[in-house]
Nanobody, 124 residues
């Protein structure tokens, strides 16, 4: 089973950008669905972006469409979440998750491998 570690979180002003990374060990992310989730205090975990590493197909939540971009590196070892135009409602712990397959999904229950998360704070 693949192990995932997120990095790249931090403090950014509204309108700013951050790039999160999700690095895999134990196996590559080849032929996986990889999704970025976020969880704010007191709220349910929310899927924001998914990519199929085999097809390149992507799926975004309406709340981030046009602002966030998910991608993977050529070696299929790292997945990225480029977050632009960050808003006050975006702060959360951002987690990546993966599952073998060629589909895309934003549902928590579809993923078995999870990272520990990285904190994103948006504040002026």
């Amino acid at each position: 089973q693949v192990q995932l570690v997120e990095s790249g979180g931090g403090l950014v002003q509204p309108g700013g950008s951050l790039r999160l990374s999700c690095t895999a060990s134990g196996d590559t992310l080849d032929y996986h669905a990889i999704t970025w989730f976020r969880q704010a205090p007191g709220k349910e975990r929310e899927g924001v972006a998914c990519i199929s590493s085999s097809s390149g197909r992507t799926l975004y939540a309406d709340s981030v469409k046009g602002r966030f971009t998910i991608s993977t590196d050529y070696a299929r070892r790292t997945a990225f979440l480029q977050m632009n135009s960050l808003r006050p409602e975006d702060p959360a712990v951002y987690l990546c998750a993966s599952e073998p397959g060629s589909w895309v999904s934003l549902n928590v229950g579809d993923f078995g491998s999870w990272g520990q998360g990285t904190q994103v704070t948006v504040s002026s």
